[in-house]
């Protein structure tokens, strides 16, 4: 999709082996009338519409300063996380989550968490969470605002200046163990159920010591950068 964007917004940088490169696009080229007709078109769905009103947004509200400066202003270490947070959801298509994915990954934020129902599924599994906003989101995968806040603290609490990356090792580390166990049921007998539950508590006990690992290799490192 961002190869496609560049290719039907973006200006062109040069032509290599019959290859033709583009620059990603400008908020102002995104903020043009056509674009959400056009990404449709280009088979974009619904975030046709997102990504249009995204550019628009930036532009009316930070075109001062075109936009991209905005953007890369927001990356400054004296823009705390939840400043930068806070801007972020102010943007169209962009919800807490994504917000977080955005400080995380793109905005040098690295005590965002990305929360989901499978991360408050591993919060509840192997550090035992219980959520505090109600009875009911304890006891299902409903997923509310608060209890959000609660996961994304409670790692922060424990995981310190790079929670964030910690809990993408454990969200990675966590997927591949969910495919050996979809791959070991689909080929195992069911009389082995037994072990699987067995390989799965090892499997926790495991992590809880890699976390324990990551932690103490976290505060290392903020020792050397300091």
Same mark, same amino acid.
């Given at each position: 999709?961002?190869?496609?964007?560049?290719?039907?917004?973006?200006?062109?940088?040069?032509?290599?082996?019959?290859?033709?490169?583009?620059?990603?696009?400008?908020?102002?080229?995104?903020?043009?009338?056509?674009?959400?007709?056009?990404?449709?078109?280009?088979?974009?769905?619904?975030?046709?519409?997102?990504?249009?009103?995204?550019?628009?947004?930036?532009?009316?509200?930070?075109?001062?300063?075109?936009?991209?400066?905005?953007?890369?202003?927001?990356?400054?270490?004296?823009?705390?996380?939840?400043?930068?947070?806070?801007?972020?959801?102010?943007?169209?298509?962009?919800?807490?989550?994504?917000?977080?994915?955005?400080?995380?990954?793109?905005?040098? *934020?690295?005590?965002?968490?990305?929360?989901?129902?499978?991360?408050?599924?591993?919060?509840?599994?192997?550090?035992?969470?219980?959520?505090?906003?109600?009875?009911?989101?304890?006891?299902?995968?409903?997923?509310?605002? *608060?209890?959000?806040?609660?996961?994304?603290?409670?790692?922060?609490?424990?995981?310190? *200046?790079?929670?964030?990356?910690?809990?993408?090792?454990?969200?990675?580390?966590?997927?591949?163990?969910?495919?050996?166990?979809?791959?070991?049921?689909?080929?195992?007998?069911?009389?082995?159920?037994?072990?699987?539950?067995?390989?799965?508590?090892?499997?926790?006990?495991?992590?809880?010591?890699?976390?324990n690992e990551l932690k103490r290799e976290a505060s290392d490192l903020e020792s050397n950068v300091n």
């Open positions: 999709m961002v190869s496609n964007m560049s290719s039907n917004f973006g200006k062109l940088i040069g032509r290599l082996n019959d290859v033709e490169y583009h620059q990603f696009p400008t908020v102002d080229r995104l903020a043009e009338s056509d674009v959400e007709e056009k990404l449709r078109k280009l088979s974009f769905g619904y975030r046709a519409k997102f990504i249009h009103q995204a550019a628009v947004h930036i532009k009316k509200n930070h075109g001062e300063t075109n936009g991209e400066e905005w953007l890369y202003s927001m990356r400054n270490a004296e823009n705390s996380y939840e400043l930068v947070h806070q801007e972020l959801t102010k943007i169209p298509g962009i919800g807490k989550k994504v917000a977080d994915c955005i400080c995380l990954m793109s905005m040098d *934020k690295l005590e965002a968490i990305p929360v989901d129902t499978h991360v408050l599924s591993l919060a509840r599994s192997i550090y035992k969470f219980a959520p505090n906003s109600s009875s009911s989101s304890s006891k299902t995968n409903s997923l509310t605002d *608060k209890t959000y806040w609660e996961i994304a603290n409670k790692f922060r609490e424990l995981w310190g *200046k790079y929670a964030g990356w910690a809990q993408t090792v454990m969200f990675i580390d966590d997927l591949k163990s969910f495919d050996k166990d979809k791959q070991s049921t689909s080929s195992t007998p069911s009389s082995t159920n037994t072990s699987m539950v067995d390989e799965k508590d090892n499997s926790i006990k495991k992590e809880k010591v890699e976390t």
